[in-house]
């Protein structure tokens, strides 16, 4: 069985850009969630969507923004890049809500801001 | 206090011996914890789920849970080289406001010495 794909693996971008993440879940996943993971900060969570909608959202600027598409596919984009938007961004898929069954989690897409 | 807190280590083991990895949390009503390996480079990897007081084993790991002590660890039986990694704690978000999200700790780095 497939797992999580996330597209694309690694990117490059100029601050002021924008740029946007994908990530296809197992499936038969109806959630995905994202997380950013910085040597600092750790893994910190982004969002959640369930069923194409926002169920909650981490304590991230309004330039980060997702969306579930009906497939259960979903997208994450970064507007107005900044230096400190440079991470691993993680996306994970699980059965139901991520908080109570387990969650897989894709390879992740590098992102670095120049 | 952090929501979930592990010793960042790196905890060193010679090779066929127990590692043991220990994680508490501070939201009292979690109800779902799980732990994940994570490679340098690599994304996390979920290796144990555990959702009831006791020990749950699955081959060379057993996580126990007590949750009146807030307290949930990974043994690592038999440890191998390839075992060394980082090891993530992570807890479910029942609060309102944590909703559908996993809440992970810094993560123990693992090193298994030959």
């Known amino acids: 069985k497939a797992g999580v794909t996330q597209t694309p693996r690694y990117l490059i971008k100029t601050r002021g850009q924008q740029v946007t993440l994908s990530c296809s879940p197992i499936?038969?996943?109806?959630?995905v969630s994202w997380y950013q993971q910085t040597p600092g900060q750790g893994l910190q969570f982004l969002f959640e969507?369930?069923?194409?909608?926002?169920?909650n959202k981490g304590n991230f600027p309004g330039r980060f923004s997702g969306r579930q598409f009906s497939n259960s596919r979903s997208e994450m984009n970064v507007s107005t890049l900044e230096l400190g938007d440079s991470a691993l961004y993680l996306c994970?898929?699980?059965?139901?809500?991520?908080?109570?069954?387990?969650?897989?989690f894709g390879q992740g897409t590098r992102l670095t801001v120049v | 206090q952090k929501e979930v807190e592990q010793n960042s280590g790196p905890l060193s083991v010679p090779e066929g011996a127990i590692a043991s990895l220990n994680c508490t949390y501070s939201d009292r009503v979690s109800q779902s914890f799980f732990w994940y390996r994570q490679y340098s480079g690599k994304s996390p990897e979920l290796i144990m789920s555990?959702?009831?007081?006791g020990d749950k084993e699955d081959g060379r790991f057993t996580a126990q849970l007590n949750k009146a002590s807030q307290y949930v660890s990974l043994l690592i039986r038999d440890s191998q080289p390839s075992d060394s990694a980082t090891y993530l704690c992570?807890?479910?978000?029942?609060?309102?406001?944590?909703?559908?999200?996993?809440?992970f700790g810094q993560g123990t780095t693992l090193q298994v010495k030959p």
């Open positions: 969507y369930f069923s194409e909608t926002q169920r």
């Open positions: 555990i959702y009831s007081n």
């Open positions: 994970a898929s699980s059965l139901e809500s991520s908080g109570d069954t387990e969650a897989f």
């Open positions: 992570a807890v479910n978000g029942r609060k309102s406001s944590n909703t559908g999200k996993l809440i």
């Open positions: 499936s038969g996943h109806r959630s």
